[in-house]
């Protein structure tokens, strides 16, 4: 698969977030176990987690897609490293989100739409390749990008014309 098709099943998970009238992004979390000796693939790339943001279901402030993502995939590896994971995203991490991929020593974060209020990999931070901090990872951005950006300005037209 593509980062194109796994950035699809993150729509997905974007559009069960606004059926829960959730802002409608969503993420899913891919291993991949690379050999450290030479760099080559262990097993074929599978999803190990999915989520939809969930801040209003549950009232948390940590509710991110993304983050919920991550969390089931250390349950998944039962591991607090994510070390061979890469994380989609639908829109550019905040400032938690890449922290947390920062403390977990993901490998790669692909995410859709950039985030002019609060993107911390590229848009208003760079938390991924940051010098001082011990783990930097990839990041590609714009995967998908109208359509993650289309999905979140029909939810909150909807939300406006209510």
Not at 37 to 51: G, M, Q, S
Not at 129 to 149: I, P, Q, Y
């Amino acid at each position: 698969m593509t980062d194109e098709d796994y950035m699809r099943l993150a729509l997905e998970e974007a559009r069960r977030a606004a059926e829960l009238d959730e802002v409608p992004i969503g993420a899913v979390v891919v291993y991949e176990p690379i050999d450290p000796a030479t760099r080559r693939p262990l097993a074929e790339p599978r999803v190990i987690a999915r989520a939809c943001n969930l801040r209003e279901t549950t009232r948390d402030p940590a509710g991110h897609a993304e983050f919920l993502a991550m969390k089931q995939a250390s349950a998944e590896l039962d591991a607090w490293r994510l070390t061979g994971c890469t994380v989609y995203v639908t829109l550019e991490p905040c400032i938690m989100c890449a922290g947390l991929m920062h403390q977990a020593r993901i490998d790669r974060c692909v995410f859709g739409a950039p985030d002019p209020k609060a993107g911390a990999l590229g848009t208003l931070y760079r938390i991924h390749e940051d010098e001082r901090l011990n783990h930097n990872f990839e990041v590609v951005s714009g995967v998908l990008g109208g359509e993650c950006a289309d999905t979140l300005r029909a939810f909150f037209a909807r939300k406006r014309r209510k």
